[in-house]
C-alpha cells in the first residue's frame, strides 16, 4: 500500500556487491533424477575461507558440496558435509567432472582434481560412463564391538574397518536392504562411517552407508566406501571387474574395477540444477 514499507526479516542481510558463486546440482551414480546420490558443484574463482564453505555447505543441507577452482593442469577439488570437510568423496568428484564435461565443456577426455587428504584423482569418460579413479583401500578383520552389533540390530558375519570407515557383512540383499539400523548409536563409534555390504541378487554385490557423524545419518550412494568394497568382494568372489547397486532408498548404479593399488569406479550422472549463489 502506498506510504508503507516492508520490514527487513529479521537476520536477512542485504549486500550491495554480493558475490556470485556459480552452482550445480547433480544426481550422481544414476542416468536420471530423483535416484542416485544429489551432490552441489560450486565453481570458485579462488579459495574462500573455510568458514563461507561450510556455511555455504550446511545451508544446501546434502551429503557433500564440492568447491572446484581451476589450476594449470586441471581443478583444485575440497568436499564439505553439512558439518564438516571430507578427506574423499565419490559421488560429488562424479558430479563435478559431470559439470565440467557436460555444463562447462571441458575440451580433454579427463580430468585431474588435486585434493588436500587423498591426492591427485582423474576421472576419464568412457562412452556414456565417468570412470574416476581412486585408492584401494582393503579393509582388516576385526571384533564386533557391542554398540556396533546393538546399532545395526543383527550379527553381521564377520566386520572389518579400514582407516575411516568400519564394514560389516552380511549374507543377503534383502537384510541389507531391510536393515534399519539406530543411527544415534552408529554415531558413537569411532568412525566417519558404517558400510553393510552382502552378495547382489542382480549383481555382484549391494552395499549402504551411514554416516551421522560426519552428519550424513544414511547417504543415498558413497564412491568412496567403494574403495573399501571393490578390493574385498574382488578378493572373495575371485575377479576384479564387478557391478554393483548401492540398494538406499534412492539407489545408485556403479560399475568397478580393481586395478593393482587402485580402483577404478564409473557411473552416470544426471543434472537436476544450475543457479546462483548470491553472498
Given at each position: 500500500m502506498s506510504g508503507m514499507?516492508?520490514a527487513?526479516?529479521?537476520?536477512?542481510?542485504f549486500?550491495?556487491?554480493k558475490?556470485n558463486?556459480?552452482?550445480y546440482?547433480?544426481?550422481?551414480?544414476?542416468?536420471t533424477?530423483?535416484?542416485g546420490n544429489?551432490?552441489?558443484v560450486?565453481?570458485?574463482?579462488?579459495?574462500?575461507?573455510?568458514t563461507?564453505l561450510q556455511?555455504?555447505?550446511?545451508?544446501?543441507?546434502?551429503?557433500e558440496?564440492?568447491f572446484?577452482?581451476?589450476n594449470?593442469t586441471?581443478?583444485?577439488?575440497?568436499?564439505f558435509?553439512?558439518?564438516?570437510?571430507?578427506?574423499?568423496?565419490?559421488?560429488a568428484?562424479?558430479?563435478?567432472?559431470?559439470?565440467?564435461?557436460?555444463?562447462?565443456?571441458w575440451?580433454?577426455?579427463?580430468?585431474l582434481?588435486?585434493?588436500?587428504?587423498?591426492?591427485?584423482?582423474t576421472?576419464?569418460?568412457k562412452?556414456?560412463?565417468?570412470e574416476?579413479?581412486?585408492?584401494?583401500?582393503?579393509?582388516?578383520?576385526?571384533?564386533?564391538?557391542?554398540?556396533?552389533?546393538?546399532?545395526?540390530?543383527e550379527?553381521?558375519?564377520?566386520?572389518?574397518k579400514?582407516a575411516?570407515?568400519?564394514?560389516?557383512?552380511?549374507d543377503?540383499?534383502?537384510?541389507v536392504?531391510?536393515?534399519?539400523?539406530d543411527?544415534?548409536?552408529?554415531?558413537q563409534?569411532?568412525c566417519?562411517?558404517i558400510?553393510?555390504?552382502?552378495?547382489?541378487?542382480h549383481c555382484?554385490?549391494?552395499?549402504?552407508?551411514?554416516g551421522?557423524?560426519v552428519?550424513?545419518?544414511?547417504?543415498p550412494?558413497t564412491?568412496?566406501?567403494?574403495?573399501?568394497?571393490?578390493?574385498f568382494?574382488?578378493?572373495k568372489?575371485?575377479?576384479?571387474?564387478?557391478?554393483?547397486r548401492?540398494?538406499s532408498?534412492?539407489?545408485?548404479?556403479?560399475v568397478?574395477?580393481?586395478?593393482?593399488?587402485?580402483?577404478?569406479?564409473?557411473?552416470?550422472?544426471?543434472?537436476?540444477l544450475?543457479?546462483?549463489?548470491?553472498?
Amino acid at each position: 500500500m502506498s506510504g508503507m514499507s516492508a520490514a527487513t526479516p529479521p537476520g536477512i542481510c542485504f549486500k550491495e556487491n554480493k558475490m556470485n558463486i556459480p552452482m550445480y546440482q547433480v544426481d550422481a551414480f544414476t542416468a536420471t533424477v530423483f535416484s542416485g546420490n544429489p551432490a552441489a558443484v560450486c565453481l570458485l574463482d579462488t579459495w574462500l575461507d573455510d568458514t563461507v564453505l561450510q556455511a555455504v555447505a550446511a545451508e544446501n543441507n546434502l551429503s557433500e558440496t564440492a568447491f572446484l577452482v581451476q589450476n594449470t593442469t586441471g581443478f583444485d577439488l575440497r568436499w564439505f558435509t553439512p558439518v564438516t570437510e571430507v578427506a574423499l568423496c565419490g559421488h560429488a568428484t562424479l558430479a563435478s567432472a559431470f559439470v565440467q564435461f557436460f555444463c562447462q565443456h571441458w575440451d580433454k577426455d579427463t580430468i585431474l582434481f588435486d585434493t588436500r587428504h587423498s591426492g591427485p584423482l582423474t576421472v576419464a569418460r568412457k562412452g556414456d560412463l565417468l570412470e574416476m579413479d581412486f585408492p584401494s583401500r582393503p579393509p582388516a578383520a576385526c571384533e564386533l564391538s557391542d554398540t556396533l552389533s546393538r546399532a545395526l540390530g543383527e550379527a553381521p558375519l564377520q566386520v572389518y574397518k579400514s582407516a575411516e570407515d568400519l564394514m560389516a557383512v552380511f549374507d543377503s540383499e534383502t537384510t541389507v536392504a531391510g536393515m534399519q539400523p539406530d543411527v544415534a548409536l552408529l554415531a558413537q563409534l569411532d568412525c566417519r562411517g558404517i558400510i553393510i555390504t552382502a552378495p547382489g541378487d542382480h549383481c555382484d554385490f549391494v552395499s549402504r552407508f551411514f554416516g551421522p557423524k560426519v552428519g550424513v545419518p544414511e547417504d543415498p550412494v558413497t564412491g568412496s566406501a567403494h574403495c573399501v568394497l571393490i578390493p574385498f568382494w574382488a578378493s572373495k568372489l575371485g575377479k576384479n571387474d564387478l557391478h554393483a547397486r548401492q540398494v538406499s532408498q534412492r539407489g545408485g548404479e556403479l560399475v568397478c574395477r580393481l586395478a593393482h593399488d587402485r580402483v577404478r569406479i564409473a557411473g552416470r550422472a544426471a543434472l537436476y540444477l544450475e543457479g546462483m549463489i548470491k553472498i
